[in-house]
């Protein structure tokens, strides 16, 4: 029996996705690439979660993808199911946080750039490698690299399949932060996002993004007014007390 699976743990607002496969550095195996959107489906129907971080097991956030089959793989290209997770989770309704050690390469990278933030500690190593392998990166995943880094760094990145450290990751925009104890950090800052109103986060997650047009926006407006989310604010704010933000992302259509 394989040990390679995606554990969830939740606990209070917060659910953490860890990425476990010890034979092969955290390595993604296709059982894993279909595991996770149905993880993630969950996830976002849960009223009770309101972040989510995804982590690798044992000091490595995750050191690529199982290949598998080669025909597989070239036959699928841009609908691989790589590609498939990775794009379901760059959708997740609700703010996704990477917590990045050791090794995050290819599939690992995939999944990080994919997430909205990336805290990594200073042993990370960052590395995009198909121009190794004689792979076409998938368009998707590249165009979000690019808009994460910008063309020049992208290209970097691609061209070469070289490693970058921590530092330099964070020089470029890969990774917001860099810091002794990543899981700290991105507790403290999930922390943060739960006590927030979980309407404004998705909106602003949305237009971000680029994934709200004029009538979505209007939608968020008429939504900010009548579900009663600023009133709370407000109030809460005068009273100076924290606030009890009721709104799920679920809610909306």
């Given at each position: 029996m394989s040990d390679a699976e995606l554990t969830v743990e939740v606990t209070g607002a917060v659910a953490t996705v860890t990425i476990r496969n010890p034979a092969r550095r955290n390595a993604m195996t296709p059982d894993m690439w279909r595991r996770l959107p149905?993880?993630?489906?969950?996830?976002?129907?849960?009223?009770?979660?309101?972040?989510?971080v995804l982590t690798g097991a044992d000091g490595t956030f995750c050191a690529?993808?199982?290949?598998?089959?080669?025909d597989e793989l070239l036959d699928a290209g841009?609908?691989?199911?790589?590609?498939?997770?990775?794009?379901?989770?760059?959708?997740?309704?609700k703010p996704t946080v990477a917590a990045v050690q050791g090794p995050c390469v290819g599939g690992g990278c995939?999944?990080?750039?994919?997430?909205?933030?990336?805290?990594?500690?200073p042993d990370?190593?960052?590395?995009?490698?198909p121009a190794r392998l004689g792979l076409v990166y998938p368009a998707p995943t590249t165009r979000r690299l690019t808009r994460l880094v910008g063309p020049a760094t992208a290209k970097f990145l691609l061209f070469t399949a070289e490693l970058i450290d921590a530092e330099r990751a964070l020089r470029v925009g890969l990774v917001d932060e860099?810091?002794?104890?990543?899981?700290?950090r991105v507790d403290a800052i999930t922390t943060a996002i739960a006590q927030r109103s979980p309407l404004s986060v998705a909106a602003a997650k949305e237009i971000v993004d680029d994934r709200a047009g004029p009538a979505?926006?209007?939608?968020?407006?008429?939504?900010?007014?009548?579900?009663?989310?600023a009133r709370e604010g407000v109030a809460a704010h005068r009273e100076r007390r924290l606030p009890n933000f009721a709104w799920s992302p679920s809610d909306r259509p």
């Amino acid at each position: 029996m394989s040990d390679a699976e995606l554990t969830v743990e939740v606990t209070g607002a917060v659910a953490t996705v860890t990425i476990r496969n010890p034979a092969r550095r955290n390595a993604m195996t296709p059982d894993m690439w279909r595991r996770l959107p149905v993880l993630l489906d969950g996830l976002e129907a849960d009223p009770g979660v309101r972040a989510l971080v995804l982590t690798g097991a044992d000091g490595t956030f995750c050191a690529g993808a199982d290949l598998g089959d080669l025909d597989e793989l070239l036959d699928a290209g841009d609908q691989s199911i790589a590609v498939v997770a990775e794009e379901r989770l760059a959708a997740f309704a609700k703010p996704t946080v990477a917590a990045v050690q050791g090794p995050c390469v290819g599939g690992g990278c995939q999944l990080a750039v994919a997430c909205d933030l990336r805290v990594a500690a200073p042993d990370a190593r960052f590395g995009v490698p198909p121009a190794r392998l004689g792979l076409v990166y998938p368009a998707p995943t590249t165009r979000r690299l690019t808009r994460l880094v910008g063309p020049a760094t992208a290209k970097f990145l691609l061209f070469t399949a070289e490693l970058i450290d921590a530092e330099r990751a964070l020089r470029v925009g890969l990774v917001d932060e860099v810091v002794d104890d990543p899981a700290a950090r991105v507790d403290a800052i999930t922390t943060a996002i739960a006590q927030r109103s979980p309407l404004s986060v998705a909106a602003a997650k949305e237009i971000v993004d680029d994934r709200a047009g004029p009538a979505r926006i209007a939608w968020w407006h008429r939504k900010v007014r009548d579900s009663g989310e600023a009133r709370e604010g407000v109030a809460a704010h005068r009273e100076r007390r924290l606030p009890n933000f009721a709104w799920s992302p679920s809610d909306r259509p």
